[in-house]
């Protein structure tokens, strides 16, 4: 057997991928070879301390704040855990809910009555630390409610990328806008209501309501 | 699969539980990119959750994870590149590196770093092949590469991780 050989042959036998015949083989070479079994015992070793290495925690919050700097003009937002979760609870405005918004029951809110009220999910840095998994569930469970209830009209996440423009005077917002809920509610105060059943207020995160014009 | 398909809100929230881990760790290990890793696993679920339809059952469901979490990443690297030569271009001052744990010692750092400094092709290959524990049929599966392929890039990828500690070493 060629070194050169060998040396991918301790390759595969790492990952596994050596049959009985060949790793004897594999074997035999080392034995005789001084310079393969070192090698071998370098790459061994390479192989474990390739397992050492860690994964950076998922963190609840600021993780993705440590990017890039900020651009003049065009301003990339990352978005926080915060905001993360509400997105990944966002984007069942287009997936399973919009199969239950067009169910039968449920039609435009001229048909319900009722008013319309728009929900911005706001994001700040979350009192309590949850892992992604938990809350994809509560965030999930809160919209599902909703589309339950027949108070949802539409969702949707927003994307990082924000525009602004805007006169001298005005300030940018801190908070990061992630995504809107539409919704039908008798009144001002069941909108509120249903915005506070949120596990994103929960978590400390905003929810901004407007009232939306009646037709 | 099926349910999450059908947007079933539970099979969603199973599915998430059941592999957040793995895209967590894939999309860390592909990138090296510990500041935009959280950002891409949400992106991966959404894809996952948007275009699970698209899910057929003809590969098996991890294989078409892998490789929707797979070419996310690439597309990553890849504008992170282009984000990179911008920003040489207009001369401002390098990124700087993602902090280390205090307690790392000196030889992961080196290991990591030659890792990083694999290309795109060989890196993926350790990385499915080291830590998702994939046979190199299943890669060349995900890869959508021949088997040869995949044992080429594993042979070269593992020779230029020694290589690269080799001449770190002899520079520190
Ligand atoms: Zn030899």
């Not at chain 1, 009985?20 to 080392?30: E, F, I, M, N, S």
């Not at chain 1, 602004?164 to 539409?182: K, Y």
């Not at chain 2, 590969?59 to 590149?81: E, G, K, P």
Request: hydrophobic fraction near 40%; charge should be neutral.
């Amino acid at each position: 057997m060629k070194c050169e050989v060998a040396i991918d042959l301790i390759a595969d036998s790492l990952a596994d991928e050596l049959d009985a015949g060949t790793r004897r083989r594999l074997d035999d070479h080392l034995r005789t070879c001084p310079s393969c079994a070192d090698e071998a015992a370098e790459l061994e070793r390479l192989w474990a301390d390739l397992d050492r290495l860690p994964v950076p925690e998922t963190r609840p919050a600021n993780v993705s704040r440590l990017g890039r700097p900020a651009e003049s003009g065009r301003r990339s937002r990352r978005l926080g855990a915060l905001s993360r979760a509400a997105a990944v609870f966002l984007l069942l405005g287009g997936g399973f809910l919009a199969g239950r918004l067009s169910s039968p029951g449920i039609g435009p809110v001229e048909d319900a009555g009722g008013h319309r009220f728009l929900l911005l999910i706001r994001g700040s840095a979350p009192e309590r630390r949850a892992s992604d998994e938990q809350l994809f569930a509560e965030y999930s469970d809160w919209g599902a409610r909703l589309a339950d209830d027949g108070a949802l009209i539409t969702a949707a996440e927003l994307t990082n990328d924000a525009r602004w423009v805007r006169g001298d005077e005005s300030d940018e917002s801190d908070d990061e806008l992630g995504g809107f809920f539409l919704i039908r509610a008798p009144d001002f105060d069941a909108a509120e209501r249903i915005a506070r059943s949120s596990p994103h207020v929960a978590y400390g995160g905003a929810i901004e309501i407007r009232a939306v014009t009646r037709r | 699969m099926r349910g999450a398909a059908n947007g079933d809100r539970h099979a969603l929230a199973r599915l998430f539980r059941r592999h957040h881990r793995t895209v967590h760790s894939l999309c860390y290990r592909l990138t090296g990119d510990a500041a935009a890793t959280d950002d891409l696993v949400q992106e991966a679920f959404l894809r996952v959750f948007r275009y699970g339809a698209g899910f057929d059952g003809r590969a098996r469901f991890s294989t078409w994870l892998y490789r929707l979490v797979r070419n996310l990443c690439i597309d990553h690297m890849r504008a992170r590149q282009r984000d990179e030569r911008r920003r040489r271009r207009l001369d401002t001052a390098a990124e700087p590196a993602v902090e280390l744990p205090a307690d790392e010692d000196e030889r992961l750092e080196l290991v990591r770093r030659a890792l990083n400094d694999l290309t795109p092709e060989r890196r993926e290959v350790l990385v499915l092949s080291r830590y998702h524990d994939l046979r190199y049929r299943e890669i060349a599966e995900i890869l959508e590469i021949s088997l040869d392929a995949v044992k080429a890039r594993a042979h070269r990828g593992l020779r230029d991780l020694r290589r690269i500690i080799k001449e770190l070493e002899r520079q520190a």
